[in-house]
């Protein structure tokens, strides 16, 4: 009887590294990895303040929109829900009025804007910054600027703005009730801010 042929595989050697190699590997990953975080922390340190300069630029023009004032001056307090911020409005060394930064929910995500209130406790405009609404439904509402034009000359004078009913109401946006309704949150929460500072 002849022996079975020993397979090619039996022949070969177990599979091993080298550790001096896997130390090299190491630290050349490791070098690339602490090179590209310094090179991102420096172009961090380069585009940060453009950032926050081009921020506060827009930040400036959605407040302009709402309510025009030589100088914006940030309030510290404590503020009512889903306002983030709020601003007196100065122009020529006087207080004009206030301006909101309100977060709300809209229908498919958090609705950004800007609510200006005079000091007749009466909004003076309202400009949405951010938004992720469906485009061609919600985008009805915060991208119009005709229908959010509609709220000037609102208060809280005869309760709470509402949406498609009571006397002090907002009609919704046909098919874009929900971000109609963010809009409507907004609005109120600034107005409740406004109110409790009187």
């Known amino acids: ?8 595989s039996a022949k070969q050697p177990a599979f091993s590294l080298d550790p001096q190699y896997i130390l090299r590997i190491t630290g050349v ?47 510290e307090g404590n503020l009512p829900a889903h306002v983030t911020a709020l601003y007196l409005a100065n122009s020529g060394g006087e207080g004009i009025g206030w301006v909101a930064e309100t977060a709300t929910s809209g229908s498919q995500g958090t609705i ?36 959010l034009d509609r709220f000037t ?9 509402t949406v498609n009913s009571g006397s002090n109401r907002f009609d919704a946006v046909s098919g874009a009730t929900f971000s109609s309704r963010g809009v409507v949150e907004g609005v109120n929460a600034a107005l409740a801010a406004v109110g409790q500072l009187s």
Do not use: F
């Open 1 to 8: 009887m002849s022996k079975p042929k020993e397979t090619a």
């Open 29 to 75: 990953l490791l070098a690339i990895c602490l090179v590209t975080a310094l090179l991102l922390g420096i172009v961090n340190q380069i585009t940060a303040p453009r950032i926050d300069a081009i921020q506060k630029a827009k930040k400036e023009a959605a407040m302009s929109l709402v309510l025009p004032a030589d100088e914006y001056v940030l309030w």
């Open 153 to 161: 000359g609102m208060s809280h004078e005869n309760g709470e703005i």
């Open 112 to 147: 950004e804007m800007m609510v200006g209130v005079g000091t007749d406790g009466k909004v003076t405009g309202v400009s949405v910054v951010k938004h992720s609404e469906t485009p061609n439904i919600g985008t009805k509402v915060v991208a119009d600027q005709s229908v």
